[in-house]
């Protein structure tokens, strides 16, 4: 009996757009579709696939993913990137960012069992830089590492710093539109452009290419390859599909009080004896995460899908 398998592929998603997806398949591009209406592939998952002409290919697994970041609202979910290792979130002095994007970036990554890093760019605007600090320190003070750059006035340095921070890793870049981060990933892949504009035409999206989610490689050692994925600017990350349990565990600074309620089924939302509303009216817990918390539960009980 022949094995349905022998004529598999093994290849990494590099690219998605829609329900069109690349694969890098021992340095190929080939062009890959799902099998009926399926689009449970991410970028970075490892697939395999069986060609269906020279380049052109049909996914028929998808392997065991180490992580999983994805976001998620009322009705559906959105696949980010698979198998990554790192999440660095772009921030910068100006224009101001959102805590609350930054916020529920970090929590989905503690979901995910991804390590997450903050990237403070633009600091050559001084007369807003003490400002993001104070806020980019609330982070850094629940553990997450802050990283200050300047992508446009000292890109030699800002190499110099992020690179060592990426080698080795799978890494994904994340942040809002205006933050630096195209500036970034072209400063740490300097073909990125080449690179996009094959992408592009590869997944025939024209014009658009700002709206697909894409993979990089850093560097050719196949065995330790680190890569970049970086995503299109978006305003909104939305965390419906985490339960109760996953969301309270995934605020950091919860983790010395939990178990220290008076209730063992305790929401942390207006119960007495609370330990985790203890630590926020004592300032140990910041009011603006709890309020976040707060909301991402009543966010969880909408679910529909």
Not at 122 to 142: H, I, M, N
Not at 192 to 221: C, N, Q
Request: proline residues 3%; negative net charge.
């Amino acid at each position: 009996m022949s094995d349905p398998k022998k004529d598999e592929l093994t290849g990494t998603i590099i690219a998605a757009h829609g329900r069109h997806y690349l694969a890098d398949i021992g340095g190929e591009k080939i062009q890959c579709v799902t099998r009926g209406k399926k689009t449970n592939v991410a970028v970075g998952d490892v697939v395999h696939v069986k060609k269906t002409s020279n380049d052109q290919a049909v996914i028929e697994r998808i392997a065991e993913r180490t992580t999983l970041l994805y976001r998620s609202d009322q009705y559906k979910s959105k696949l980010l990137a698979a198998n990554i290792s790192r999440l660095f979130i772009v921030v910068a002095t100006e224009p101001g960012f959102a805590d609350d994007l930054v916020s529920r970036a970090l929590v989905a990554c503690e979901a995910a069992g991804i390590e997450a890093h903050i990237i403070l760019n633009k600091t050559d605007v001084q007369e807003l830089l003490p400002r993001a600090r104070e806020r980019a320190a609330v982070y850094g003070a629940l553990g997450y590492p802050v990283h200050e750059v300047s992508a446009r006035a000292h890109p030699d340095d800002t190499v110099a710093l992020l690179k060592p921070l990426l080698a080795g890793q799978s890494s994904i870049f994340i942040g809002q539109s205006g933050m630096g981060k195209s500036s970034l990933i072209n400063l740490l892949v300097p073909d990125a452009d080449i690179a996009v504009r094959e992408i592009s035409a590869a997944l025939d999206t024209g014009k658009h290419t700002t709206t697909f989610t894409r993979l990089y490689w850093l560097d050719e050692d196949e065995d330790s390859r680190a890569s970049i994925i970086d995503s299109p600017g978006f305003q909104e990350f939305g965390l419906y599909h985490l339960t109760e349990g996953m969301l309270e565990r995934a605020f950091v600074e919860f983790k010395p009080y939990l178990g220290g309620c008076k209730y063992y089924n305790c929401r942390h939302l207006a119960e007495p004896q609370c330990a985790v509303l203890d630590a926020v009216a004592e300032g140990k817990i910041a009011r603006m995460r709890h309020e976040l918390y707060g909301q991402l539960l009543h966010e969880s009980a909408q679910t529909l899908y």
